[in-house]
């Protein structure tokens, strides 16, 4: 995986978001045009069974194409070769990512919050989607220039054997790739199996329900503590919040790893959680 500089003097701990339910509400969109795809797939594995986009977001949220398929190939008593995944995965993510280039909108209130926290945090975004449906959809929500490429790190396409969530490896790669030790760093997951991917590298997870449908949010908010989450919060607000009391654990973990906290004392003082009551502003 890439490494980005080190930049000497950055005393800020790494915040790193998930992407589809957590910065914008793409799992719903793309799970209608996935079932498209997971039915085909389904049909050439000689199953009779056809998913409705409900059926296959309660099966498959928090995880990717690839690793779903190849589940239901193996259920099938077939391999990924045989069965040509690569060709599916690709299909999916094509058909996935112009549905969500076409479908997703910029949300103010994301916008401002991720502005907010990148004052105080060093911010990247660790994923289980490609890299490609990645760049869509952050063009789409305006985020782009918050959280360019060299910040993103896909499951998919940033480790040398592709995986998913809740394997650990993409958050482990990322925060070596930034250089921070894992408690000096906090993950933001509405999904379960991202919860257990951040928790199981060793990093602090926030939960957030912002995009998740309101009769679901108690069961998920139950799951997301199950999984390790720390808190959970409903909506961007509260992560920030969150974020705010978890920062001075994070940038202790941060001055612990380099040794001694002479150049950490700005961002110590920048942070100012008792003038505004743990929120950022
Ligand atoms: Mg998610």
């Not at 339910?21 to 793309?30: I, K, R």
């Not at 296959?56 to 099938?76: E, I, K, P, W, Y």
């Not at 105080?120 to 918050?146: E, I, K, Q």
């Not at 928790?199 to 108690?218: D, K, Q, T, W, Y």
Request: net charge negative; hydrophobic share 45%; aromatic share 4%.
């Amino acid at each position: 995986m890439r490494r980005p500089d080190h930049r000497p003097g950055d005393a800020r701990p790494a915040l790193l978001l998930d992407a589809d339910g957590t910065l914008f509400p793409s799992e719903e969109p793309a799970f209608e045009a996935s079932t498209r795809v997971t039915n085909a797939f389904l049909r050439e594995l000689g199953s009779t069974e056809q998913w409705t986009p409900d059926e296959l977001r309660q099966r498959a949220v928090g995880r990717n194409f690839r690793s779903l398929a190849t589940d239901l190939a193996r259920d099938a008593g077939r391999t990924p070769r045989d069965v040509g995944l690569e060709a599916w995965v690709a299909r999916e993510q094509e058909v996935v990512t112009t549905h969500l280039a076409a479908t997703l909108r910029p949300d103010p209130e994301v916008t401002a919050a991720v502005r907010r926290l990148a004052r105080h945090w060093r911010l990247a975004v660790v994923s289980s989607s490609a890299l490609a449906r990645l760049d869509a959809c952050f063009r789409v929500t305006g985020l782009a220039d918050l959280l360019p490429p060299e910040s993103r790190y896909s499951a998919q396409d940033s480790l040398p054997v592709p995986t998913s969530k809740p394997d650990p490896a993409v958050y482990t790669a990322a925060v070596a790739a930034l250089g921070v030790p894992p408690a000096a760093a906090l993950a933001v997951e509405d999904a379960a199996s991202g919860v257990t991917s951040a928790a199981a590298a060793g990093i602090p997870v926030v939960g957030i329900l912002a995009f998740v449908p309101p009769a679901e949010r108690s069961r998920r908010a139950a799951d997301l503590v199950a999984a390790g989450a720390r808190t959970v919060g409903k909506d961007w607000e509260l992560v920030e919040a969150a974020a705010a009391v978890a920062h001075l654990a994070a940038l202790h973990a941060l001055t612990e790893d380099v040794g001694g906290i002479a150049d950490r004392a700005p961002a110590l003082a920048r942070w100012s959680p008792v003038s505004t009551g743990g929120v950022p502003r």
